[in-house]
């Protein structure tokens, strides 16, 4: 165990020994073990946008199979996926890469405005599956957030009791915020910090933009200058709103884009103080020596710092 890793357990104290084992199994596997930093691949898009959508692009990813091989393959600390996904290959690959069973996933095939996730997966389910933790998606500023956050908490209440980590999709949503405001930057550190304060382990949120949604946050930001011009400032925030570091915060990825576009931001979140990338589109819609080849970068930034 190296002292880094150690140091990061050490802020799950309230949690039991099997809790932060399952957390020391994503921590210490794979390219980037015992650093601290984490690479996730996440692959729940079949559901969240349809298979076409998601998979066309590189036709190899409609195979669940594909999936399992290039998180081994890349050294990645874990894979998160839906029920179905983890089900179609967890015995074929079992033992070979931590996994993350996403409890809940919402489609498209009704309006976007207030997103609202089905439970599709459960904490039983995990376990038969042999999973380190479950994953679970909350959407602040919808009209049913409340619903999801006592929905999470009892979830996080059974997978803490049978030793399972938690990771948190906090993605903010709804009528009332704009387009940009779904990652304005205090719309994200916010949303950092209902994760953290609803007991997630390992929080996933948007890069951050430099835009401020909240009216009354706006005063706050100029009052105390708080520094948001490079997306490594915007990335330090982000990073005080999850309990001022002491929890571990992951980026998402998006949709997919050019190599230097996603490295650049790789090297914003190392030198921000983010704990690492969590990439599905921008790795599985590459043919996968191109995907492998990209994940390799991203790692090897990550481990540089």
């Given at each position: 165990m190296t002292a880094r890793v150690s140091e990061i357990l050490s802020w799950y104290r309230s949690d039991n020994p099997g809790t932060q084992t399952n957390l020391a199994r994503m921590l210490n596997h794979g390219r980037l073990g015992g650093t601290g930093r984490m690479v996730i691949l996440p692959v729940d898009q079949g559901f969240e946008h349809g298979p076409a959508r998601s998979f066309a692009p590189n036709p190899a990813g409609y195979d669940p199979h594909f999936h399992f091989q290039l998180a081994i393959d890349a050294g990645c600390n874990a894979y998160a996926a839906p029920l179905g996904f983890l089900e179609a290959g967890a015995a074929d690959f079992a033992g070979q890469i931590p996994l993350i069973l996403k409890l809940n996933n919402h489609d498209v095939l009704h309006s976007e405005t207030d997103p609202l996730g089905?439970?599709?997966?459960?904490?039983?389910?995990?376990?038969?599956?042999?999973?380190?933790?479950?994953?679970?998606?909350?959407y602040p500023g919808t009209v049913e957030r409340r619903m999801l956050y006592e929905q999470l908490r009892e979830l996080v209440l059974e997978a803490k009791a049978v030793g399972l980590a938690v990771v948190v999709?906090?993605?903010?949503?709804?009528?009332?915020?704009?387009?940009?405001?779904?990652?304005?930057?205090?719309?994200?550190?916010?949303?950092?910090?209902?994760?953290a304060q609803l007991g997630a382990h390992i929080i996933k949120v948007k890069l951050p933009s430099a835009h401020i949604e909240q009216a009354e946050a706006i005063k706050i930001y100029e009052k105390h200058k708080i520094p948001k011009a490079t997306l490594t400032e915007r990335v330090q925030h982000v990073m005080q709103g999850a309990f001022n570091g002491r929890r571990i915060v992951i980026f998402s990825g998006g949709a997919k884009s050019d190599d230097e576009t996603v490295l650049a931001e790789a090297r914003a979140i190392r030198d921000g103080g983010g704990f690492g990338s969590i990439i599905g589109r921008n790795?599985?819609?590459?043919?996968?020596?191109?995907?492998?080849?990209?994940?390799?970068?991203?790692?090897?930034?990550?481990?540089?710092?």
């Open positions: 089905a439970q599709t997966g459960s904490v039983e389910d995990a376990l038969r599956l042999g999973c380190v933790a479950i994953g679970y998606t909350i999709w906090a993605y903010p949503r709804g009528g009332e915020l704009s387009k940009e405001g779904e990652s304005a930057l205090d719309v994200c550190a916010y949303a950092a910090q209902l994760a790795s599985f819609q590459r043919a996968k020596p191109d995907a492998l080849k990209l994940l390799a970068a991203i790692m090897e930034i990550y481990r540089s710092g």
